[in-house]
């Protein structure tokens, strides 16, 4: 069964103090890997999509990474304004639908 | 470029009434999917549409159904309100087919209340 892990759900970091997201991935078929952010009140904003294993994608302070198995999303000297929950979906072969993980609470305190 | 619109932003019904969700796509995007998405929770995949045909379903029920019509908007309609409906429904686009991995663009969603 496809299915999408993340982790930690919650994270609480210093201005400037960099760390990692995790998504652990099982699917039949990896189409892509999505991340999304969403603030409360709002729906899902969409930040990167990894296609296959090695690949690396950046945007301003975010960087996001994929292996056979996880993708980590990186935040290098977070801001408050990165405070947000993210989320991770896969989509597997020859569908449409998004397979969304749980989601990783960011808080960043200044 | 005007994004996914998503009417009514808040409803309240009572359990066993009928609601109807409504959802303008994206411009020059031809699919579109409804997600469900509960309190602390990731989205859950309802169904999806393209040219005005479901091509897709998760694992909801049969009174959750759904329209697209020919200018690419679209209804979620849920009969039979329980109280597990509660909970914030979003309306996504992208272009492309079936199996299209161009990303999905999400509404700010309607948020029901079922009493």
């Known amino acids: 069964e496809d299915q999408v892990t993340q982790s930690p759900e919650a994270l609480r970091l210093q201005e400037g103090e960099s760390s990692s997201l995790n998504c652990s991935y099982t699917?039949?078929?990896?189409?892509?890997l999505f991340w999304y952010r969403q603030d409360p009140g709002k729906g899902p904003e969409f930040l990167f999509t990894?296609?296959?294993a090695g690949e690396e994608k950046e945007k301003e302070r975010l960087k996001a990474t994929l292996t056979k198995k996880e993708s980590f999303l990186h935040i290098t000297a977070p801001k408050p304004e990165d405070s947000a929950t993210y989320l991770c979906a896969v989509q597997a072969s020859n569908t449409g639908k998004l397979i969304f993980g749980q989601g990783t609470t960011l808080q960043v305190k200044p | 470029e005007t994004g996914v619109t998503q009417s009514p932003t808040h409803l309240i019904k009572t359990r066993g009434q009928q609601v109807t969700l409504r959802c303008s796509s994206q411009?020059?995007?031809?699919?579109v999917s409804w997600y469900q998405q509960a309190l602390g929770q990731g989205p859950q995949f309802i169904f999806q549409?393209?040219?005005?045909?479901?091509?897709g379903r998760g694992n909801f029920p049969p009174r959750f159904s759904g329209l697209q019509f020919p200018n690419y908007s679209s209804e979620l309609n849920v009969n039979a309100l329980e109280l597990d409906d509660s909970a914030l429904y979003l309306c996504a686009s992208r272009n492309g087919g079936v199996g299209s991995t161009s990303p999905l663009h999400f509404g700010n969603g309607t948020r029901l209340t079922v009493t």
């Open positions: 411009s020059g995007h031809n699919t």
């Open positions: 990894l296609y296959s």
């Open positions: 699917v039949s078929g990896l189409r892509g």
């Open positions: 549409y393209y040219r005005e045909e479901e091509n």
